[in-house]
């Protein structure tokens, strides 16, 4: 019997470790990624000014796992019905499958925005953006990031206050089409955030929709903005191995009865009937859900704890659940903990605990060290 977790993200690796210690002998685990390394990527706008700091937040596989047979290669194609996953040096058949591919960056078709906006998902991409805002920093100008979820807001802070370490001229401009930042969370914790932003020096602009890109100007409702750099952090589409597509799942988080879908690679609904946000907190939540779901459904086929083979489980439905929220601004930080809202060097402290637990939860004990001393040696600096 073969289990195949497509990713190693949050989700994925979550996954992935657990189901080594829960799955019984003989069950063969495959992890498939397109990278042989993790990447906390909510981390990773720290690199754009901070460069050393991907040392800290990218974690080898094989130093992670340990039964998985770990698959180093790009999912093309996943085709369900015959339970065959097309990739782009081999093919696997499975048994059981969890998708958590994650998501990629989404331009909506706006012209020019694919060509001149950088976006920041990958090592490679905050390192472009750093080398492309340094030039910025040097010929005084504009940088624009269209977006103001959590990832177009930790960007543009980083940009701000890189441009202040080096004494620079710079505006860091947010574009969002809604009407305040951070649209998706709490009242209180949008509110704290601006209030993170203006005290960073970042202009604001809410109710503003991007239509378009040009090499130095982004089009904005009828007028243009001009620009030196441009970050694009406006939205997400599903994997390319899924046309683009980011499938509904519900509590049990199944597409089918024999695949899985979870973290950012899904439209995750759980078991209250809740739209669940796209964040590390959930995939690493539902990754718990699937792990618990997977070692039923593969006991039950082979009839583990004296059953028969072949009954059906009864499977955990998920609930999203979580204590808080929190997003760092340059060298300041926003975290809302039940009612409480609160900034500074607490809302600091808590940003890198969350980044250093994560690693030390999936075994990178060095990197969780390293992350938790640069984060808290330099007061986000």
Same mark, same amino acid.
Request: glycine letters at 10%; hydrophobic letters at 45%.
């Given at each position: 019997?073969?289990?195949?977790?497509?990713?190693?993200?949050?989700?994925?690796?979550?996954?992935?470790?657990?189901?080594?210690? +829960?799955?019984?002998?003989?069950?063969?685990?495959?992890?498939?990624?397109?990278?042989?390394?993790?990447?906390? $990527?909510?981390?990773?706008?720290?690199?754009?000014?901070?460069?050393?700091?991907?040392?800290?937040?990218?974690?080898?596989?094989?130093?992670?796992?340990?039964?998985?047979?770990?698959?180093?290669?790009?999912?093309?194609? %996943?085709?369900?019905?015959?339970?065959?996953?097309? %990739?782009?040096?081999?093919?696997?058949?499975?048994?059981?499958?969890?998708i958590c591919l994650g998501a990629e960056t989404a331009f909506y078709d706006l012209s020019g925005v694919r060509e001149y906006g950088l976006p920041?998902?990958? %090592?490679?991409?905050? +390192? +472009?953006?750093?080398?492309?805002?340094?030039?910025?920093?040097?010929?005084?100008?504009?940088?624009?990031?269209?977006?103001?979820?959590?990832?177009?807001?930790?960007?543009?802070?980083?940009?701000?206050?890189?441009?202040?370490?080096?004494?620079?001229?710079?505006?860091? *401009?947010?574009?969002?089409?809604?009407?305040?930042?951070?649209?998706?969370?709490?009242?209180?914790? $949008?509110?704290?955030?601006?209030?993170?932003?203006?005290?960073?020096?970042?202009?604001?602009?809410?109710?503003? $929709?991007?239509?378009?890109? *040009?090499? /130095?100007?982004?089009?904005? /409702?009828?007028? *243009?903005?001009?620009?030196?750099?441009?970050?694009?952090?406006?939205?997400?589409?599903?994997?390319?191995?899924?046309?683009? /597509?980011?499938?509904?799942?519900?509590?049990?988080?199944?597409?089918?009865?024999?695949?899985?879908?979870?973290?950012?690679?899904?439209?995750?609904?759980?078991?209250?009937?809740?739209?669940?946000? @796209?964040?590390?907190?959930?995939?690493?939540?539902?990754?718990?859900?699937?792990?618990?779901?997977?070692?039923?459904?593969?006991?039950?086929?082979? &009839?583990?704890?004296?059953?028969?083979?072949?009954?059906?489980?009864?499977?955990?439905?998920?609930?999203?659940?979580?204590?808080?929220?929190?997003?760092?601004?340059?060298?300041?930080?926003?975290?809302?903990?039940?009612?409480?809202?609160?900034?500074?060097?607490?809302?600091?402290?808590?940003?890198?605990?969350?980044?250093?637990?994560?690693?030390?939860?999936?075994?990178?004990?060095?990197?969780? @060290?390293?992350?938790?001393?640069?984060?808290?040696?330099?007061? &986000?600096?």
């Amino acid at each position: 019997m073969r289990v195949v977790v497509l990713g190693a993200g949050y989700a994925g690796l979550t996954l992935a470790r657990r189901l080594e210690s +829960r799955l019984p002998d003989g069950v063969d685990l495959v992890v498939v990624d397109e990278s042989d390394t993790h990447l906390v $990527q909510h981390e990773l706008h720290r690199v754009v000014r901070r460069p050393a700091v991907a040392d800290a937040i990218t974690v080898p596989l094989a130093d992670v796992l340990s039964r998985a047979t770990i698959h180093t290669s790009r999912v093309e194609r %996943l085709d369900r019905e015959s339970r065959r996953i097309h %990739l782009d040096d081999d093919t696997l058949e499975y048994d059981y499958a969890a998708i958590c591919l994650g998501a990629e960056t989404a331009f909506y078709d706006l012209s020019g925005v694919r060509e001149y906006g950088l976006p920041l998902k990958r %090592l490679d991409h905050a +390192r +472009r953006l750093r080398e492309d805002f340094l030039d910025t920093c040097d010929a005084g100008g504009r940088a624009v990031v269209g977006g103001a979820g959590l990832s177009g807001v930790q960007v543009a802070g980083e940009l701000a206050a890189l441009a202040a370490d080096r004494d620079a001229d710079v505006e860091v *401009t947010v574009l969002e089409r809604l009407e305040s930042v951070a649209p998706a969370f709490p009242d209180a914790f $949008q509110s704290a955030v601006r209030d993170a932003l203006d005290d960073a020096g970042v202009t604001v602009h809410t109710g503003a $929709q991007v239509t378009g890109a *040009t090499p /130095d100007a982004v089009a904005v /409702d009828g007028r *243009t903005i001009p620009y030196h750099t441009f970050v694009w952090t406006g939205g997400i589409r599903g994997s390319t191995a899924l046309a683009g /597509d980011r499938p509904v799942v519900r509590g049990d988080l199944r597409l089918d009865a024999h695949t899985f879908a979870i973290g950012d690679a899904a439209k995750v609904v759980d078991a209250d009937g809740e739209a669940v946000p @796209a964040s590390a907190a959930a995939a690493i939540r539902e990754a718990r859900t699937v792990a618990t779901n997977l070692d039923r459904l593969v006991r039950a086929d082979r &009839g583990h704890d004296g059953g028969d083979a072949g009954f059906d489980p009864r499977l955990e439905s998920f609930r999203f659940d979580v204590p808080g929220w929190i997003v760092s601004v340059g060298e300041d930080a926003v975290a809302k903990v039940g009612p409480k809202v609160l900034r500074g060097s607490p809302a600091r402290a808590m940003k890198a605990t969350v980044g250093a637990g994560h690693l030390s939860s999936v075994g990178a004990i060095t990197q969780a @060290a390293e992350l938790a001393r640069e984060e808290l040696g330099h007061g &986000g600096r």
